[in-house]
């Protein structure tokens, strides 16, 4: 199974920028989707955005747009999102997943990062 890391989390100031990884280790295919989710303390978990590795449309969730970039390295198997613009609440766990473009469901995640952002 797909196993996948996150990292780039950390503290910044409102307006500020991150960039967060998910590198994935194991079996990919040009069909797998790879999407960003968050959760904040006490908060329903959300999507974020998703890309395929085969590239493609790009998919971001409305409170992103404009803000929030996801892109791809295949050589080095990493999914990035690049974050813009950052406000206090987009303080979250941010967490990376896989599913199969023919499911519906994420089958490995993995174990999140923590992205503050200071007021």
């Known amino acids: 199974q797909v196993q996948l890391v996150e990292s780039g989390g950390g503290l910044v100031q409102a307006g500020g920028s991150l960039r967060l990884s998910c590198a994935a280790s194991g079996r990919t295919f040009s069909s797998d989707i790879i999407g960003w989710f968050r959760q904040a303390p006490g908060k329903e978990r959300e999507f974020v955005s998703r890309l395929r590795w085969s590239g493609g449309s790009a998919v971001y969730a409305d409170f992103v747009k404009g803000r929030f970039t996801i892109s791809r390295d295949n050589a080095k198997n990493t999914v990035y999102l690049q974050m813009n613009s950052l406000k206090p609440e987009d303080t979250a766990v941010y967490y990376c997943?896989?599913?199969?473009?023919?499911?519906?469901?994420?089958?490995?995640w993995g174990q999140g990062t923590q992205v503050t952002v200071a007021s």
């Open positions: 997943a896989r599913r199969s473009v023919l499911s519906t469901r994420y089958d490995a």
